[in-house]
């Protein structure tokens, strides 16, 4: 997805230089999920000068605009990702915080049955399961050994 200054407008943001950097980080991005301490060391990588507060700032006026979605790893931190019209749940490492989308249609489905049996109808949802990864199993392993 190729957002631009028109998106921006649209969501009623003023077009500003240090927007239209930290919207070009999530897109250009190979990693999909970036923190605002991500962002922020991007874009010093870059030689830009953005203050931290400024991401902060940015995010959260992304987020409410609905150009990023804020994931939350637990004891306040959090990870952004670009909004996608593409429904997909995550799975998060409690002990490296590495995020993982996954699609589960009997999941999906059994969400969608769960709200009908309440006599409700279903507008959104989000799941989030916090895990161990692989890679965290293997050295907690050998830590033990």
Not at 3 to 17: F, M, N, R, V, Y
Not at 66 to 93: F, K, P, T
Not at 95 to 105: G, L, Y
Not at 127 to 136: D, G
Request: proline share 1%.
């Amino acid at each position: 997805m190729r957002l631009g200054k028109e998106d921006l407008k649209q969501a009623g943001l003023k077009i500003t230089q240090q927007r239209l950097k930290i919207l070009h980080i999530f897109e250009n991005s190979d990693q999909r999920h970036l923190s605002a301490d991500d962002v922020y060391r991007i874009l010093q990588q870059n030689s830009e000068e953005v203050g931290i507060a400024t991401v902060y700032r940015v995010l959260a006026q992304f987020e409410s605009a609905g150009i990023l979605q804020r994931l939350n790893l637990g004891r306040d931190q959090a990870v952004y990702e670009l909004e996608s019209d593409e429904h997909h749940d995550h799975m998060i490492c409690i002990s490296c915080h590495k995020v993982e989308e996954f699609v589960d249609p009997v999941i999906e489905a059994r969400q969608i049955k769960a709200v009908e049996e309440l006599g409700g109808e279903l507008h959104e949802h989000s799941s989030v399961l916090y895990i161990k990864c692989h890679e965290c199993i293997k050295k907690d392993k050998a830590r033990k050994k």
